[in-house]
């Protein structure tokens, strides 16, 4: 699935717009705490209203890295169980973040 990408400005408004009605954290979300400082992270995120999966490697990246977008929490359960069986058996796969703000990180 291609990812529904948001502008720059509009990403940061709904993003301000969830700070400001205290709905920074996910209602719903899975999250799966790796060996070796691995999180992986699926949530219908505030900013672009779309259900897709972070990773943080502690000791690669240091930051989240959002690696895909689903188009509704049946595909991101499915989603998140495939990028934690790759963390698991490739803890130093590269990522590649999918840029959902335009932001030019492809």
């Known amino acids: 699935m291609e990812p529904i990408r948001v502008e720059p400005i509009e990403g940061a408004l709904n993003f301000l717009g969830a700070m400001a009605r205290g709905d920074l954290r996910p209602k719903e979300k899975i999250n799966d705490e790796l060996d070796g400082g691995i999180t992986v992270d699926t949530c219908l995120a505030a900013d672009t209203d779309r259900w897709e999966t972070g990773i943080k490697r502690e000791k690669i990246e240091g ?6 977008q689903y188009p509704d929490e049946k595909a991101a359960e499915v989603g998140h169980k495939k990028w934690v069986k790759m963390m698991t058996d ?3 796969l590269p990522l590649k973040d999918i840029d959902l703000w335009s932001l030019g990180l492809e």
């Open 90 to 92: 490739d803890p130093d």
């Open 63 to 68: 930051k989240w890295v959002i690696v895909e």
